[in-house]
């Protein structure tokens, strides 16, 4: 039996042209900045140009894309790994006599998406989305982090289950997402989506790219706050 990385890649989320157009609308935009790490700016770390594309409402639109697109492929995930929700949660789910019964991960991945949205509203909610630009032989992300890191915002960082990486184009050479301890590089593909836990197993970085600049959208899928899940009103 060959034991899961929890790496999963999705080809095909998002189409060539709605890839080219996001490029497109990045490079006349003046809302460009110097990327951030959790610790701010610091080119050593990470060498981008960036987008917080969830800030600015002109970017509404593109923001619902990429959701769409990246949820379709968290739905594949979640049927697979369903202790993502199962194992932080005891989830129920009502059969049709009204009774209530224990969720398990054999059940999660027999969903239908109805319910399995249902399930996923209830559990997780979307993070901030940033688009980033990596000059050619010059930009990158080396420094070896994850995603998951305390933070003086409610503890946002602290919530982020998995990431995710919609990769924009790829006409250039490397520029791989690398993952340390599971020692395997992920390719960009055009329009390709790229889901892995958002935990120190799970550190990464972001390959110089070659020959090209490289774009990507990138953020989190959060789990939802203590608040909202254990709710009585």
């Known amino acids: 039996m ?3 990385d929890f ?4 080809d095909g989320a998002l189409s060539a042209d709605a890839c080219r157009a996001l490029v ?3 490079q006349a935009s003046t809302r460009v900045q110097r990327g951030e790490t959790g610790s701010g700016v610091d080119v050593a770390m990470k060498d981008s140009w960036d987008i ?3 800030r600015h409402p002109e970017w509404t639109d593109a923001c619902a894309q990429l959701n769409d697109a990246v949820i379709q492929g968290f739905k594949h995930y979640l049927r697979r790994y369903a202790h993502l ?3 932080p949660l005891k989830l129920q789910m009502q059969r049709p006599d009204g009774t209530m019964a224990l969720l398990d991960a054999d059940a999660v991945a027999t969903l239908d998406d109805a ?3 249902g399930l996923i509203a209830k559990v997780f909610r979307p993070g901030a989305i940033n ?3 990596y000059l050619a032989d010059q930009g990158g992300y080396p420094y070896w982090h994850c995603e998951q890191y305390p933070k ?3 503890g946002e960082a602290l919530h982020r289950a998995v990431l995710w990486t919609i990769y924009l184009n790829d006409d250039f050479a490397n520029g791989e997402t690398e993952f340390l301890y599971q020692a395997r590089k992920i390719a960009p593909r055009t329009g390709s989506l790229l889901i892995a836990p958002g935990g120190f197993t799970h550190t990464h970085r972001g390959n110089q790219p070659r020959g090209g600049d490289k774009y990507i959208a990138t953020s989190w899928v959060l789990y939802q706050r203590a608040e909202s899940l254990f709710a009585t009103g």
């Open 2 to 4: 060959t034991v899961p």
């Open 7 to 10: 790496i999963e890649v999705y």
């Open 24 to 26: 497109e609308r990045f």
């Open 52 to 54: 917080a594309i969830s």
């Open 85 to 87: 929700a199962l194992a």
């Open 115 to 117: 319910h399995l949205m």
């Open 131 to 133: 688009l980033q630009r």
């Open 152 to 154: 003086l915002d409610q």
